[in-house]
C-alpha cells in the first residue's frame, strides 16, 4: 500500500498513474473528489483527514519536498502535518521526488525561499487568507490560515524510516529563485497551477 502526501511534483511526472497501472494499492486524499467543500462541509473535512491518517499505515510513503540543500539538509514547512509526519515516521519506507529547482545553498536560504516565494505562491492557490498570498511575501502572521506552523529540517535519516531522496533534472513542482531567469519562473509557477486547484 502506497500513502501519498500533496504533492504537483508527484502529478507532474506522473508516478500515481503509473503505480495504479501496474496494481499498487494507493491512498492519495489530495484529489478534486476528496478537496472539494472540505472548507465548509464538516463531514467531508472529516472524511478527508481520515484518509490523510490512512496514508501512515501505508509501506511506502511518497510526496515531493520544499527544498533540498547542497550540504544535505531536506527542508519543509507544512501547515496540517501530514507530509512532514510521514517523510518521518510513516511508513518504513519513504520516496521523495524532488525537482532540480529545489536545490537551495543552505537551511536558512531554504526557509526564505518557502516563506517568500512557495508559500505566498501555494496561498493565493489554494485561496488562503494570509499577507503572503496577498503581498508576495512573509509577514511571519498569526492568520488561521497560517501555512507555517511546521518547519522539518531532516539533518540524517530517521532511526526507523528509509528515506529515499530521487533528484530529478527538471523544474518540477513550486520553487524558484527570484533572480532566475523570468521565462524560468514563468515556467515552474504556470506548471504549478496547471497541476493545482484551490481546496
Ligand atoms: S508565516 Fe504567514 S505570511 Fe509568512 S509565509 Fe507563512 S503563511 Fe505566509
Given at each position: ?90 511508513a518504513p519506507r519513504v ?90 519562473i514563468a515556467g515552474i ?11
Amino acid at each position: 500500500m502506497i500513502g501519498v502526501a500533496d504533492s504537483v511534483t508527484l502529478r507532474q511526472i506522473g508516478i500515481l498513474e503509473a503505480l495504479a497501472q501496474r496494481g499498487n494499492e494507493i491512498i492519495n486524499p489530495f484529489v478534486p473528489e476528496m478537496t472539494e467543500g472540505i472548507k465548509k462541509d464538516q463531514d467531508k473535512r472529516r472524511e478527508f483527514i481520515n484518509m490523510m491518517r490512512k496514508t501512515f499505515a501505508s509501506d511506502v510513503f511518497i510526496t515531493g519536498t520544499n527544498a533540498v540543500t547542497v550540504d544535505g539538509n531536506i527542508v519543509n514547512i507544512d501547515r496540517n502535518g501530514n507530509r512532514v509526519a510521514g517523510i518521518i515516521y510513516a511508513a518504513p519506507r519513504v520516496i521523495l521526488a524532488v525537482g532540480r529547482n529545489k536545490i537551495v545553498k543552505d537551511v536558512s536560504a531554504a526557509i526564505d525561499r518557502i516563506r517568500n516565494v512557495l508559500a505566498p505562491a501555494h496561498a493565493k492557490q489554494k485561496g488562503y487568507k494570509t499577507p503572503c498570498a496577498e503581498k508576495g511575501k512573509c509577514y511571519d502572521c498569526n492568520s488561521p490560515d497560517r501555512l507555517c506552523n511546521i518547519t522539518l529540517i531532516l539533518e540524517k535519516k530517521p532511526l526507523s524510516t528509509d528515506i529515499s531522496v530521487v533528484l530529478i533534472n527538471e523544474d518540477l513542482g513550486l520553487g524558484w529563485d527570484p533572480g532566475w531567469d523570468e521565462t524560468r519562473i514563468a515556467g515552474i509557477r504556470d506548471d504549478y497551477y496547471r497541476y493545482s486547484w484551490p481546496f
